[in-house]
Structure formats: structure tokens, C-alpha cells
């Protein structure tokens, strides 16, 4: 199973909103309504911010949110703030036995 | 509270044995899923495997299967990730998860801080 495909990187300045994409087939991304997005700040564990496509983890704030149109699902960062520059990863169930879902290749987020 | 607490920090030699745990706090440990999920230096994530403390089913991501063995002790709450004979290339910040959903096995609510191993050869 190969992982998502995201962009290697993005930027935006304070204040702006940058939309992040996770990319996969009909087997994972488009098959199922279970995509979820990690914060991952430079030497600490990753952080859930977003499940089951467009659902936020409660205590995460509202500038973040998901969608999925097909098989490409999205992270945008609305207000963007100098303390989102992080990596970010996606993730989608793939309904395999022994390998249930796959992560995507990571994002990393510069605040200008 | 949710707690996942990982034992510290290994450098060891090619070839040497290794088990580093998980002890899990704050929740019944037998009901929810734990993977391991390896990130290499400066790379993403990657599922190794999971198991359900329950009944300890577990299952490997194929790219480590036969490599890594994983296990569960109810009795301390506590998931273990095990290597018979290590290589360089294990070299790699090892992190313990819990899953929030029995049936669908999709996302990760909760993370140890992270597990460093350095192997040399």
C-alpha cells in the first residue's frame, strides 16, 4: 500500500489560510469517509486535529478544517498563526486486515 | 486522561535485541487498539502493526512483518515492540498509539512521546 501523496511543503503569511491536499485512488481516500489530518511539531509526537474527514477533536480550534471531493481529501488553515508551522500529515482507512490505514508522505507548513 | 507513557531512549549495536514498552493509563486498556508507528529520521509516519489487548489479536503492516514482534500485557497495561536482532537501518523514533474505534481502526486519538532507538553497526 503506498502512502498518500501530499505536497512537500507550503507557506503562507499571518493571517492567511493555506489548504493542504492528501491524494490517493479509490481504494483508500475515495472509498471511505475515514481521513484524518496530524500536527506534527518539530521533535514531538503527532497531534490528531481532524477525523472522519471534517470533524475536529474537541480543544482544536476552529480555523482548521477537512474536506474530501473524490479521491483527494484537504486540511485548510484559516487565519493561519505562527504557532501552526508545523508537519502535517494525512491518513485514510483502507479496510485491510493487517494494514487498516495508510498514512500520507507529510506537509510541511512555513509561516512567513 | 488519556496517558501513553514510553520507555526512554536506546542506543544499541547491529545485531542486539530490543523491546521497548508502552504503558497505558487514564482508560480501560484492554478495549481499544494500539499500533507502533515507526518514523525514520526526517521522515513520515509509518504503520507497523496493531494489536487489541483484549484478546491480543495482532496484525502487521506487510513491510514489517517477521521484523518486529508486538505483544500486550494486560496485567500492566502495557504494549511492548520487540526485535530479535537489530539493523542500522531500525534506526528510528518508534511511537505507540491508541486507536479510538474497535471496528474501524482508522484514526489515532491519542500518542506516546516517542521512543528513540539508534542502532549502530
Known amino acids: 500500500q503506498s502512502a498518500l501523496t501530499q505536497p512537500r511543503s507550503v507557506a503562507g503569511s499571518p493571517g492567511q489560510s493555506v489548504t493542504i491536499s492528501c491524494t490517493g485512488t479509490s481504494r483508500d481516500v475515495g472509498a471511505y469517509p475515514y481521513v484524518s489530518w496530524y500536527q506534527q511539531v518539530p521533535g514531538k509526537a503527532p497531534k490528531l486535529i481532524i477525523h472522519d474527514v471534517d470533524k475536529r477533536p474537541s480543544g482544536v480550534p476552529d480555523r482548521f478544517s477537512g474536506s474530501k471531493s473524490g479521491s483527494t481529501a484537504s486540511l485548510t488553515i484559516s487565519g493561519l498563526q505562527a504557532e501552526d508551522e508545523a508537519d502535517y500529515y494525512c491518513s485514510s482507512y483502507v479496510g485491510n486486515y493487517n494494514f487498516p490505514y495508510v498514512f500520507g508522505s507529510g506537509t510541511a507548513v512555513t509561516v512567513l | 486522561e488519556v496517558r501513553l507513557e514510553q520507555s526512554g531512549r536506546e542506543v544499541k549495536k547491529s545485531g542486539e535485541s530490543l523491546k521497548i514498552s508502552c504503558k497505558a493509563s487514564?482508560?480501560?486498556?484492554?478495549?481499544?487498539?494500539i499500533g507502533w508507528v515507526r518514523q525514520m529520521p526526517g521522515k513520515g509516519l509509518e504503520l507497523m502493526g496493531i494489536?487489541?489487548?483484549?484478546?491480543?489479536?495482532?496484525r502487521y503492516s506487510p513491510s514489517f512483518q517477521g521484523q518486529v514482534t508486538i505483544s500486550a500485557d494486560k496485567s500492566v497495561s502495557t504494549t511492548y515492540l520487540h526485535w530479535s536482532s537489530l539493523k542500522a537501518s531500525d534506526t528510528a523514533t518508534y511511537y505507540c498509539?491508541?486507536?479510538?474505534?474497535?471496528?474501524?481502526?482508522?484514526?489515532?486519538?491519542?500518542w506516546g512521546q516517542g521512543t528513540w532507538v539508534t542502532v549502530s553497526s
Open positions: 498509539a491508541r486507536h479510538d474505534d474497535v471496528d474501524i481502526v482508522a484514526t489515532i486519538d491519542s
Open positions: 487514564g482508560y480501560r486498556f484492554s478495549s481499544y487498539w
Open positions: 494489536i487489541y489487548p483484549g484478546d491480543s489479536d495482532t
